[in-house]
């Protein structure tokens, strides 16, 4: 795919917010930056506190942290 078939894929998250599991690093992270890039609020995360938080266009994404295999953790991120 090249740059202008790409850009036309591009959507509009402007304030959407989006919940991205394992966004700290890997794909997750580049995930976040392109929800970034589209606007939306985004807030990622993982069982460890990541040394950096994936950022765009002078927007970064926020951090919680939890670990998805506990339930209990998993309903109280979304609450």
């Known amino acids: ?6 850009q036309s894929h591009t959507m509009d998250f ?5 919940l ?10 580049a995930l976040a930056r392109a929800f970034l890039a589209s606007g939306a609020d985004v807030m990622v995360c993982g069982r460890g506190t990541p040394a950096a938080l994936p950022s ?3 927007r970064e994404a926020s ?7 506990d339930p209990a953790a998993a309903a109280d991120l979304v609450t």
Request: charge should be positive; aromatic fraction near 4%.
């Open 20 to 29: 991205v599991t394992g966004g700290t690093r890997g794909l997750g992270a």
């Open 63 to 69: 951090f919680r942290a939890a670990d998805l295999r």
């Open 14 to 18: 402007t304030g959407r917010a989006v």
């Open 56 to 58: 765009s266009g002078g």
């Open 1 to 6: 795919m090249n740059q202008s078939q790409n």
